[in-house]
């Protein structure tokens, strides 16, 4: 894989590339030398930025991958109109081009639906899959847009053609450190000004929210099509699910759509965002889960 210069921030250890893939151009990151791959697929208001602690943890054992999502990060912002499954595409084509499959996937936030359909389309393509702080359409991810029952604003708002780039173009650091990371995190301060920077100097692109706006839309087009690709197509694959203070959504969600294994675990005093809040508990816990999945193969 040719290796390029980061244009944004970088981790020791760790080469930056781009992959034409599925009609689009996926930055990606690479790191280690041996063992099984892993992909990691960031979440919201995300890039594989919010994996760089985790990435030098596993990578002591593993080859590790970070992508950014079609118009997320430093991937292309792809005209036209696609959906969840667009994304999952991208994924399979992504494991195609690096040539590294099957991979241990770890997928967390918005990022669980594109996975799930990745594992349950391909699973040749995956050895297991690790879910973390994530629910999928039609078994509960649409409730978080009722905002008079516990819901949020923000994701209606996100899923709406064309108004988030239109409105918050200019105000991504306001959006990201002043009301998304202190809402979804359990302790004040855990993600640094600099690291903030990093995520709004991506959103700050043209057309910087367009990937945001295509995966948020999936969750209102959905029309039932996951929980029947679920019935006809459950994961296979063995499945860890990570959840952290609230309730155990992605546990029970992904109990509903695995016909294989689960291991589930919870992190006390944790927020939503896992991977930048308690890193050596996360990587501690996949390397566990996919060390003992690689040993059964």
Known sequence: MPVIDPVGATVPGVTHHLADVNGTRLHHVSAGTSGSPVLLVHGWPETWWAFREVIPLLAAAHRVFAV????????????????????????????????????????????????????????EDVRSLTAVETTLAGYGLEDLADVNHGGSWHVGFLGAPGIPGMLLAGHERELIAEWAFPAMTGAKGVIGDDDVDEFARTYARPNGWRGTEHLYRSIFTDAGRTRALAEAR????????????????????????????????????????????????????????????????
Request: glycine fraction near 12%; charged fraction near 20%.
């Open 234 to 297: 459950p994961l296979t694959v063995p499945v860890l699910t990570v959840d952290a203070s609230g309730a155990p959504a992605t546990e029970r969600t992904f109990r509903q759509v695995t016909a294989g294994a689960v291991t589930s675990v919870r992190f006390g005093g944790v927020g939503h965002l896992v991977a930048q809040e308690a890193p050596e508990a996360l990587a501690a816990a996949v390397l566990e889960f996919v060390g003992r999945v690689d040993g059964v193969r």
């Open 68 to 123: 950014d999502l079609r118009g997320f990060g430093d991937s292309s912002t792809a005209e036209g109109d696609h959906d969840e499954a667009t994304f999952a595409e991208d994924l399979h084509h992504l494991v195609e081009h690096l040539g590294v499959g099957p991979v241990h996937v770890l997928c967390q936030d918005i990022s669980g639906g594109l996975a799930f359909r990745f594992a349950s389309a391909h699973p």
